[in-house]
């Protein structure tokens, strides 16, 4: 199983403003986000961000959503949504028995964290944005360790966006 990560971050470190929003994600990485999504098959996501987005952008068409949360309660009756109690062990472990070859997390923070601290993480497709944010969700949420990566790719979207890719070392 390979997870690739793909957050869109302020050049301050943030994933979302002081008010939970993520507008400054342009149309272009939306769509490259959304590409990789369709083809791995699965998105990964915290139950906060699906909240917010659901609807919106997820489900994304083609693609199943894994959302991790800690609420035994919520049901899913459509299988392109997938909720997971549990911890990213669980998550992991269930991608696997589902056949997913690879999955694309997304965020938001404290599953980014999680993720990272579980050393899950094998690519890093980071987006990082012209932009100064002051506050906000960090993007690694409260995990404060370190990740190691080894630099593969870059590109510069429409907009300043500069998009790098990195493996996981
Ligand atoms: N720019 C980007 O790339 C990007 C991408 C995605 C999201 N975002 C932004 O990120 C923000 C949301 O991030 P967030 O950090 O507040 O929330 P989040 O990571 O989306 O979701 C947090 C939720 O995950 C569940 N959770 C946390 N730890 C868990 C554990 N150990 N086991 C099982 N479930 C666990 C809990 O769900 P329950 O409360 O249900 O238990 C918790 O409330 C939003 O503003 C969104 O717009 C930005």
Known sequence: MKLIWYPAV???????????????????????????????????VGRRTFDQYRGQNYPIPGTTTYILTRNRDILSYDPAIVYVTGGPMELMRRLHDDGHATAVLSGGGQINGLFAEANFIDEAWISVYPIILGAGTPLLGSYKGSLRLAFRAGYAFPGGVVHNRYEVT
């Open 10 to 44: 302020s050049l301050d470190g943030y994933i979302a403003d002081a008010r939970g929003s993520s507008d400054f994600v342009t149309p272009e990485d939306d769509r490259q986000f959304t590409k990789l999504a369709v083809s791995a098959g699965a998105v990964v």
